[in-house]
C-alpha cells in the first residue's frame, strides 16, 4: 500500500482463531496534506494516494467480513470506508470525528502564530488544556473518545475509521495510559491498528 507496509491478503486465516477484535483504520491522505495547519474538523477529501491507500485494504478487510463497521463523518473517513469496505454500510458517529479546532481549523500554523501570538502562547504552555476560540482540547476529545469506546459492543470484529487524534486518544484508553502521552503516539494515513483486550 503506499505509504503504508501491506498485509497479508486473507487476513481471515491470521485472526481466525481469535476472540473479535477491533480494527482501526486511520484515513487515506488528504488533499494538501504537504502545508503545515490546524486540521481538524474542515472537511477535507482524500488525494489520488489517499484513495490507492484505501483500495489497497479492499480485499483483506473484505475477507474478514465485518458486521460492524463505523465511520467519523468528515468526508476523508467516509471516502476511506467507502473504498476499504465497498460491501458494507457504516454507522456514521460524530464522536469519531477529528477535534474541533474551532476558528483555528483550516489555518496554517505561521497564520495562527502571527496573528495570535498570546493565545499561541497558551497553547505551548498547555497543550492538553488549551482549546481554541470555538473548539476542543486535547482533554474534550479524550472524553468524547473514551464515551464512544465504553459503550461499544465488541460482540465480533469490528472495524472503526477514523482519525490520528481519535486513534492517540483511543490507545490512551484502551491502554490505560494517562492522557499525556497522547500526542507520543504517531499514526501514518492509511494505517490499521488491530486491538484486543481480553478477546485473545
Known sequence: MPGSSQLPADLSE???DKGPL????????IEGQGTRRFIGHTDIPLDHTGREQAR???????????KQ???????RCRETAALACPDSTPVVDRRLNEINLGEWDGQDFE?????HPILFEQRGRDIYG????????????????SLFFSELPLSSHTLLVTHAGVIR????????EKMDSLLNFKTHYGQLFVLAKGYA
Not at 477491533?22 to 491522505?29: E, N, P, Q
Not at 488549551?130 to 473518545?145: M, Q, W
Request: include cysteine; glycine fraction near 6%.
Open 14 to 16: 491470521k485472526f481466525s
Open 22 to 29: 477491533l480494527f482501526i483504520l486511520r484515513h487515506g491522505r
Open 56 to 66: 489497497s485494504w479492499q480485499a483483506p478487510l473484505t475477507a474478514i467480513g465485518f
Open 69 to 75: 463497521v463505523y465511520t467519523s463523518a468528515l468526508t
Open 111 to 115: 497564520y495562527i502564530k502571527t496573528n
Open 130 to 145: 488549551f482549546r481554541p476560540p470555538a473548539g476542543e482540547s486535547f482533554k474534550d476529545l479524550f472524553f468524547r473518545v
Open 169 to 176: 486518544a483511543m490507545r490512551c484508553f484502551w491502554a490505560g
